[in-house]
């Protein structure tokens, strides 16, 4: 089999109701940089990257396409390889391994297709058919209303029958965001799981306070409470707080989680498949945080694709350790309004009585809608 063809999709989609995270960005669209590959025996191929839809596709298209073309599907980590080694002096991380992120996507997807198998088969297998999903949301929308609408919207989520969530914190005052937090767990009560997500907002003194003040409130992890480049500093909020902390989200490949791994500056990463260089390099990155004795949960924001991705790269993660009762790794669905994550496969990634099913079809397990991706297409 050979690639005959790599087209990148710039979908986008307008937010209705705005949020903003603690970075002050103001979602207003949703985009997404979709990568299809063709081949010659009839097989299509569908990958996303993570990041500026516009930047993924120039990559792509201008330094990627010319070296895909004419090569086995097959040879994915090969591939991957050359892909890397040709970019690698002026992009060792960043958008550079979106673009190869959402290539190798596609080519899973397509050894996949070409097998009959869903991707968990050819890399691992299935250490379960089903993934329990925390429901990432609580975004600040409303800024008389912080409060209310965070813990309107965990009910909403509990009522769903989501058996954990992840609030968004960085409101400028510890004391309102732990006063939040506190009223989100005593709103949704103490059997469902609450993390808490920075985005990357505190300093090194805050973010220990901030923990301590909301160590009573239980939670799963505390995500991105510092810079990503401060490595010293994660080490520093990981050892003062005895709840987890996670990070990772904008780090890529194996090389950029080696250090953060080996010295145990997070107790959870989140690659995302979408980003931190797909399938071939994520499982790599487990593997890393395995052996150093770190959890990998991987981060997932998307359209339907690195949705599907991402629970196919989660049946095939092992339990973190194996226990007679483990604690399986979560996958992040991300539940601000988003029809490119919604509607875009034919039968999308969907809860079913608080769990996701693991999609058995070949490949990432999901068709594409056409009619969807054309009417969402503007570039
Ligand atoms: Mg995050």
Redesign the pocket.
């Known amino acids: 089999m050979k690639i005959t063809d790599v087209v990148c999709h710039i979908l986008q989609s307008k937010v209705e109701k705005p949020f903003v995270s603690a970075r002050g960005w103001v979602y207003s669209t949703r985009a997404s940089c979709v990568v299809e590959i063709s081949t010659d025996e009839g097989i299509t191929g569908w990958g996303e990257c993570y990041g500026p839809a516009a930047v993924a596709k120039s990559i792509v298209d201008t330094q990627f396409k010319p070296r895909v073309i004419g090569k086995d599907p097959f040879d994915v980590e090969v591939i991957w390889e050359d892909l890397y080694n040709r970019i690698k002096d002026y992009g060792l991380s960043g958008m550079t391994i979106s673009a190869i992120s959402g290539i190798d996507i596609a080519l899973w997807d397509i050894c996949g297709r070409a097998l009959n198998k869903p991707v968990h088969k050819l890399i691992g297998g299935a250490y379960r058919t089903e993934v329990i999903p925390y429901a990432t949301g609580l975004y600040f929308i409303d800024m008389n209303r912080l409060t209310e609408e965070a813990v309107e919207e965990a009910l909403e989520f509990k009522a769903d029958g989501f058996r954990a969530i992840k609030m968004k914190i960085g409101l400028g005052d510890l004391k309102l965001d732990a006063a939040r937090v506190g009223a989100v767990r005593k709103a949704i009560g103490p059997d469902i799981k609450l993390a808490v997500?920075a985005?990357h907002c505190f300093s090194v003194p805050n973010a220990i306070k901030l923990g301590r003040m909301m160590e009573e409130h239980d939670l799963l992890w505390f995500?991105?409470p510092i810079s990503p480049e401060d490595r010293d500093g994660y080490i520093e909020v990981s050892r003062a707080l005895d709840m987890a902390v996670a990070g990772g989200?904008n780090e890529f490949t194996r090389w950029g989680f080696r250090d953060i791994v080996a010295r145990k500056a997070m107790d959870i990463v989140q690659p995302d498949l979408c980003a931190a260089g797909g399938f071939s390099e994520c499982r790599k990155i487990a593997a890393l945080a395995s052996a150093f004795g770190v959890e990998c949960v991987p981060?997932a924001w998307g359209s339907a694709i690195g949705l599907a991705a991402t629970v196919q790269f989660l049946a095939a993660l092992p339990d973190q350790p194996p226990a007679f009762r483990p604690m399986p790794p979560m996958l992040e669905f991300e539940q601000t309004p988003n029809p490119l994550r919604d509607h875009l496969a034919t039968v999308p990634i969907a809860l079913r009585n608080g769990v996701v099913p693991v999609p058995g079809g070949p490949g990432l397990g999901i068709e594409i809608d056409r009619s969807v991706l054309l009417k969402y297409k503007v570039a």
Do not use: P, R, T
């Open positions: 997500d985005n995500e991105e989200e981060h």
